[in-house]
């Protein structure tokens, strides 16, 4: 199995929920990123989880709060978001110590209304 | 500051053409350099990686090269096609499991 995946693909929400955001790999890999991706624009890191413990974050706003519940899983918890919020999250993993590349999921797209 | 830069920001090139993407960074010291392909609305397929010892790698119709002295790279496609069109990410890393700099990308365009 050589993929991450993400669920769900689409995600409407309103300012006032709570939702959250999954992501699954069964490659190994001990490294999970967060991404969060504009329309035209680059990836921009928001968070890294190596060995299941959070080593960077970007100064996300506390609204966004990742969760690692295992090796192989990424939560992505979202709370009061705001419209500025919607885009595209995207997961991806690598592995510690050898020089393979990163793997990325296919993304939740987030609208906010 | 470490920055990656693509150009051209977008191409338009008829079936069959033979072209170059160039992405440069601006810290030489890099960890690895991966091409990534990105449909819209779609997630990140990696293309090819390259690794700081290396000089280039291949993939089919697919060549990137790195020169890490003068700081960047190239991706070359050969024999383009319509489904080549995509948007393509150049992105550095400085240390394994640590953060990957993308550049802004290149939109291709291939015409039937």
């Known amino acids: 199995d050589t993929e991450v995946t993400q669920t769900p693909k689409h995600l409407v929400m309103g300012m006032t929920n709570k939702k959250s955001l999954k992501c699954e790999q069964h490659?190994?890999?001990?490294?999970m990123y967060w991404y969060k991706q504009k329309a035209k624009k680059p990836p921009e890191l928001m968070f890294v989880?190596?060995?299941?413990?959070?080593?960077i974050n970007e100064s996300v706003p506390s609204r966004f709060s990742p969760e690692c519940p295992n090796s192989s899983l990424l939560n992505l918890h979202l709370h009061a978001l705001q419209p500025e919020d919607s885009a595209l999250y995207l997961c991806?993993?690598?592995?510690?110590?050898?020089?393979?590349?990163?793997?990325f999921g296919s993304g939740t797209r987030l609208t906010v209304v | 500051k470490q920055e990656v830069t693509q150009i051209p920001a977008a191409l338009s090139v008829p079936e069959g053409e033979n072209l170059v993407l160039n992405c440069s960074f601006t810290?030489?010291?890099?960890?690895?350099l991966q091409w990534f392909r990105q449909d819209p609305g779609k997630g990140l397929t990696s293309l090819l990686l390259i690794q700081s010892s290396q000089r280039e790698q291949t993939s089919g119709r697919l060549n990137a090269s790195l020169d890490k002295s003068s700081g960047r790279s190239t991706l070359y496609i050969a024999a383009s096609q319509p489904g080549d069109s995509a948007t393509y990410l150049c992105a550095v890393s400085y240390n394994q499991g640590g953060k990957l700099i993308f550049g802004q990308g290149t939109e291709l365009s291939v015409k039937p």
């Open positions: 989880y190596s060995y299941e413990k959070l080593s």
């Open positions: 490659m190994g890999h001990r490294a």
């Open positions: 810290d030489s010291a890099i960890y690895n």
């Open positions: 991806a993993s690598s592995q510690e110590n050898v020089p393979y590349g990163y793997t």
